[in-house]
């Protein structure tokens, strides 16, 4: 009779158990994060605009890309580890003239914990134009031509 009623307690403890284990402990946790860009300090710049910022989640592989129209931005996100890449125009003056460039940033593992979450990412000036090609000719050895005669 024990031996009946300590299976009935057992199975009733499983059971008891099973519920608790089935909370609803998936909810995705919410950040604001607030992304703040540094302009290169070597140029005189005089606006950024066309801002786009790809936020990849490294855990899932979930990109989520927003516009920023100043060099402060806020976006909703999932708490994860993140790469952000950041591309966009930039006006700058050099020898009195206005110049137009590619303007890039770029940050890895950014942790997002939290309600609240902020970082900054200095930007730099982004040649696409330029190819780095370096020509070379190697020789290892005297270029000679040898004939065999017997």
């Known amino acids: 009779m024990i031996n009946k009623i300590s299976y009935v307690l057992v199975f009733m403890l499983f059971i008891c158990a099973g519920f608790i284990a089935c909370t609803d402990d998936d909810k995705v946790k919410i950040t604001e994060f607030t992304l703040t860009l540094t302009e290169p300090e070597d140029l005189n710049v005089t606006s950024i605009s066309d801002l786009h910022v790809t936020f990849k989640n490294v855990n899932t592989g979930k990109q989520t890309t927003n516009t920023m129209t100043g060099t402060t931005g806020k976006i909703t ?74």
Do not use: H, W
């Not at 966009?88 to 997002?112: A, C, F, P, R, W």
């Open 77 to 150: 996100l999932n708490e994860g580890l993140y790469n952000i890449t950041v591309e966009g125009k930039m006006n700058y003056i050099v020898d009195e003239k206005t110049v137009e460039g590619q303007v890039k940033g770029y940050k890895e593992s950014v942790n997002l914990v939290g309600t609240t979450s902020a970082d900054n990412i200095k930007l730099f000036l982004f040649n696409s134009k330029a190819d780095f090609v370096i020509p070379a000719r190697i020789r290892t050895g005297p270029s000679v031509c040898a004939t065999a005669s017997r």
